[in-house]
Structures are given as C-alpha cells and as structure tokens.
C-alpha cells in the first residue's frame, strides 16, 4: 500500500483541509501517529499534544513527510503539508491507504452514554452466526477483524485512533469478513476519529449527561452535538425511543435521514401518545436472563419479520433495550430472527453484567458501570428481584478522569443500595481515599453501610466474604480491566472478575 505525494495534495485539497502544500514528489509507504511506529518512508500526523523530541525521534526512523497544524511552529526541513485540523486529514487519508475498506464492510456504528458494548457485541454475535463467522468488532473491550485469536486485540479507546480503525477494518476485509459494528463515542466525533465514514446503520441507545470536564466536553450541549453528529452519517437509524432528551433527538434525526430510514424501539407502555415501530416487554425475567416479546407495528416495521418471543441469557432489563436495538440493526444488514435467537443465547460480554452465582455467598456481577444512570440501572435490576435480600457495591472512581461523575455515584449507591465498599478505581495522580471522600459526601442514607477498603483485591474479598445465600455484590466500575492506572502507569491488577472467582473458590471450593 502506498499514496503517492499527488494524491495526498489531492485528497487533502478535495475535502477542503489543505492549507499549504509540501515539496514532496515520493510516495509513502506508512502512516503513523506516533513516532514510536515510525520506519523509513512514513508519513506522520502531528497531532495532541505533540512534542518537539518525538519529531526528532521520527525523523531519526525515517518519516519521509508531515501533516502538521498550521500552529506547528519546529524547525524542520521535512516536506510539510499544513492543514487546519490534521485529525480530519489522518482520516481522509487512513481510508484512502487501506484502499476504502468500509466500502467492502456492512457496517453498524453504536453510541449512547450506557449499553454500547454489551449491544456490540450482540449485533457481532448475531452477525457471526448469520454469516458463519464473518463479522468483525470495534469495541471499548477488544478489536476483532476474524476468528483467529491473533486476530484479536485488547482495545484502548473505545473508537480507535482512525489511522487504526482502517487498518484494522482492511485486515477484517482480508481476512474475508463481510459485516462490521463498531462502538462511536462522542469523543470519536469530536476528535474526528471516524471523520468521513458513512455507516449503513446507525443505533442511538441512549443519552445523559457524562463525560463532560477538562479533555472531554465542556458542557452537556457538547457532548449532545458530537453524539448526534451519528444521524448525518448514517443511512439508516435506530433510536431508542425511551432515551432521555427524545424530542431534540428525534428532531434531529429526522433532519438528517429520510422517515423510512428511522426504526424507533420503546419499552411497552399503556402511553398511547407514544409511538415506535418496535415495542418489547419482559415475559419473565430472574438474576441470570429473561424472556421478552418484540412487536411490530405497521407496515414499516412489519418488514423486519421479528414479531415472536426471544431468550436472552444475560442479566439486566435493560439490556433487553440494548438487544432489541441490536436486532433491528442487524437485521438491516440481512441477519435473520433464527440467527439472533441463538446469539442472544450464547452472547457473553467480557465485563459486562458477567455472573457468578456461588451457593453461600449469592450473586456476583462484574459490570463495567461507571456513571450515575449505569449503576442506577444496575442496581435498580438487582433490587426490583424480590427475592434479594442485601445488596453491596465494591466502587471507585478514577483519578484524573470524568471528575463530574463522583458525586453521581454516590447518588446510585445511596439511593439503593445496602451496603458499599469504596475503594480504588484507576486512581491516576490522586489520593484514592480523596476520591472515595467525594463519592461518599453522596452518601447520605444512614442506613447505607459504609466500609472504605482502598486496596480493590480487599475490598471485593470482604464484599464477598460478608455476604449471604440471598445477597447480591456488584463489582462496578473496572469489567475486566487487568491494569489499575496508577501516577501514569498501568499497574498490573488480576481483574475483578478473577478476584470474583478466586475468592469464592477458596470461600467454596468448588468454583
Ligand atoms: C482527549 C483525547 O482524546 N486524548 C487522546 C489523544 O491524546 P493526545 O493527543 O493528547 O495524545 P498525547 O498522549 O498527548 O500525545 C500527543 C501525540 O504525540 C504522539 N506521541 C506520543 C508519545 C511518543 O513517544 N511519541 C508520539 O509521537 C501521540 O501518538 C499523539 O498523537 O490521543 C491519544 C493517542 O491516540 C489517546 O490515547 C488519547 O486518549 C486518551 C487516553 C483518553 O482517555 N481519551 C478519552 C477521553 C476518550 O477518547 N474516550 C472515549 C470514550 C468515551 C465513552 O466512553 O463514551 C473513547 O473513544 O475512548
């Protein structure tokens, strides 16, 4: 692969970001971001906070050109093409070097504050078993672009840098796959990470206010705009129905994509006001799964053919919501009722709402809830069983990173839950004991029992260890993180889910 110094002056001043072009007459033969991955014959995006050493660095390996903001002022002899915003550029030209991959994929693009991955990873599931193996995944938790394990990758954004997204969308069409879905979260708008890409269905889960401070959004409007940049990009739409903030989504929705290209999806509701193609409810529900319905109203909807009854074998109503969203999407991309019934049987989400039930100690959920509306929906399922008697929580908050989010937790704890273990998260370069001070200042119910545990392994050992037969314990926060950032390093941490299981083997025995 290569782009020739034509087409990238061509490309560049197609999309209307070239500012100044550079005396460059090769071609390159890479592209990078980071002057670690630089070899001879790079083309280097200068991009964030980009230091004068990495230059040197890249220019030492053999990056043969750059595409630099008109404010990066280093003296340098490089060839240089100046753009205004070098994000957008890395895009157009990502997918111009991968040779447009996206063209040879069916792909789904998912956002919403909470729900993303868990329906990721359905509509990859039901994908898979629709085409026998051909789907691929770009998900917060790992990047998959085919069966092979090695084709398997521990994420680190939850949309990736665009230069990777390509290459890894090339490698899945390489390796023969045919459908893709993706995770896009605001940040990915607002940081041009997926500037350019059209997807053929786009699903809005949900939105509340989140991810919003220093290095994310300024304001709720903010994180609003980037998360409906989605509806411009896409051919088709399912929204959520049921999401806070409807009536400006919809609004917008129907600015952007003609009437027959949106698929509303609501929770059943006596509200006859309210109307959505798709309506589910619950048949029977317990900790481990539930039964729902799925009907179809009119003629539109009726086309989709996936009016029945499904079982889903993960826990959390609201992850009906998240299934239903994730069938009408992949059903657009020709997957089949049969296909998705076995999918939503088989599905397992790596860290999120994982289970294990023991004999003595109740119900252990691994979740990666981390806001107030995904731990209040947590907990809100675990108490709405009847049959649960205490409910802990082990949770933190991390460092340096979504600071807004503190009091919020608190706010879930205090108003559901018995018992709470604050301990650390990823607490970066603050004092985790600073942190759980914030979230507990929440706390306010005295008849929430407060216990502060900063080392994670301990607090989830005395959660566990104190809890009965009918007892529930929520992990919140981390999934299956197996790392704690801690003063910029990523601490090596066994992960909750193993802690889980390790503790209640050595509590049990026979797990
Ligand atoms: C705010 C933001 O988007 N930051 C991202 C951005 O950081 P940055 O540009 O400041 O990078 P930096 O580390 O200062 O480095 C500057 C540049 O120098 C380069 N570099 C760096 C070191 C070096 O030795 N050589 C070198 O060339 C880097 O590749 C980078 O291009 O580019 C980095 C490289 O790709 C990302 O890792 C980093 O994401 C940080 C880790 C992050 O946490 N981002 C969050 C806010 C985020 O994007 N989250 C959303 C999820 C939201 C949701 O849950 O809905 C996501 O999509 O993941």
């Known amino acids: 692969m290569t782009l020739t110094a034509e087409q990238i002056t061509y490309l560049l001043a197609d999309n209307g970001l070239l500012k100044t072009g550079a005396d460059f007459k090769?071609?390159?033969?890479?592209?990078?971001?980071?002057?670690?991955s630089v070899r001879p014959k790079t083309l280097l995006f200068i991009k964030g906070n980009f230091k004068a050493a990495y230059l040197e660095e890249a220019l030492q390996k053999g990056a043969c050109a750059i595409v630099a903001p008109m404010d990066f002022h280093h003296e340098t002899t490089v060839p240089t093409f100046r753009v205004d915003d070098v994000a957008a550029a890395m895009s157009i030209l990502s997918m111009a070097f991968y040779d447009y991959p996206?063209?040879?994929?069916?792909?789904?693009?998912i956002t919403g504050t909470k729900g993303k991955t868990s329906t990721a990873y359905m509509a990859y599931e039901m994908m898979n078993e629709a085409t026998q193996g051909k789907a691929a995944l770009s998900s917060t938790v790992q990047v998959i672009?085919?069966?092979?394990?090695?084709?398997?990758?521990?994420?680190?954004?939850?949309?990736?840098e665009s230069l990777d997204l390509f290459r890894w969308m090339h490698e899945a069409v390489n390796n023969g796959m045919t459908h893709m879905v993706m995770e896009v979260s605001s940040q990915a708008y607002k940081k041009e990470r997926v500037y350019g890409l059209h997807f053929n269905v786009g699903v809005f889960l949900n939105i509340s206010p989140d991810h919003i401070g220093p290095n994310e959004h300024p304001d709720f409007a903010d994180y609003l705009a980037c998360k409906m940049m989605l509806f411009d990009h896409a051919e088709q739409i399912v929204l959520n129905a049921d999401s806070d903030h409807f009536a400006p989504l919809i609004e917008r929705a129907r600015e952007d994509v003609p009437a027959d290209g949106i698929w509303l999806y609501a929770r059943k509701t006596d509200d006859l006001e309210r109307s959505a193609e798709v309506t589910y409810e619950t048949i029977k529900e317990d900790l481990q799964g539930s039964t729902f319905r799925l009907d179809e109203h009119g003629q539109q909807a009726e086309q989709l053919g996936l009016t029945g009854e499904y079982t889903l074998d993960m826990p959390g109503d609201f992850n009906q919501g998240n299934a239903v969203a994730a069938m009408i999407a992949t059903r657009l991309v020709g997957t089949d009722a049969k296909a998705m019934q076995k999918a939503l049987t088989t599905v397992k989400v790596p860290g999120r709402m994982q289970e294990i039930t023991?004999?003595?100690?109740?119900?252990?959920?691994?979740?990666?809830a981390h806001n107030y509306a995904s731990i209040a929906a947590l907990l809100h399922f675990v108490k709405a069983n009847e049959h649960v008697q205490k409910l802990t929580i082990v949770v933190g908050a991390p460092g340096n990173k979504g600071v807004s989010r503190r009091p919020g937790i608190g706010k879930a704890v205090n108003e559901q839950s018995d018992v709470v273990?604050?301990?650390s998260d990823d607490p970066q370069f603050e004092d985790p004991n600073a942190i759980a001070d914030e979230i507990q200042a929440a706390i306010t119910n005295p008849k929430v029992v407060v216990h502060r545990q900063m080392n994670r392994t301990q607090a989830i050992t005395e959660a566990i260890k104190h809890s009965g037969p009918a007892d529930v314990v929520v992990l919140a926060g981390?999934?299956?993180?197996?790392?704690?950032?801690?003063?910029?390093?990523?601490?090596?941490y066994e992960n909750d889910w193993a802690i889980a299981k390790r503790v209640v083997h050595?509590?049990?025995?026979?797990k």
Do not use: C, F
């Open 478 to 492: 981390k999934g299956m993180d197996e790392y704690q950032k801690t003063n910029g390093v990523d601490v090596p």
């Open 358 to 368: 023991t004999k003595r100690h109740g119900t252990i959920y691994v979740d990666y």
């Open 421 to 423: 273990y604050l301990t």
């Open 102 to 109: 996206q063209n040879q994929l069916a792909l789904i693009g």
């Open 145 to 160: 672009t085919g069966p092979n394990p090695a084709n398997h990758y521990r994420a680190h954004l939850t949309t990736p």
């Open 26 to 36: 090769g071609e390159v033969e890479h592209l990078a971001y980071n002057s670690q």
């Open 506 to 510: 050595s509590l049990e025995g026979d």
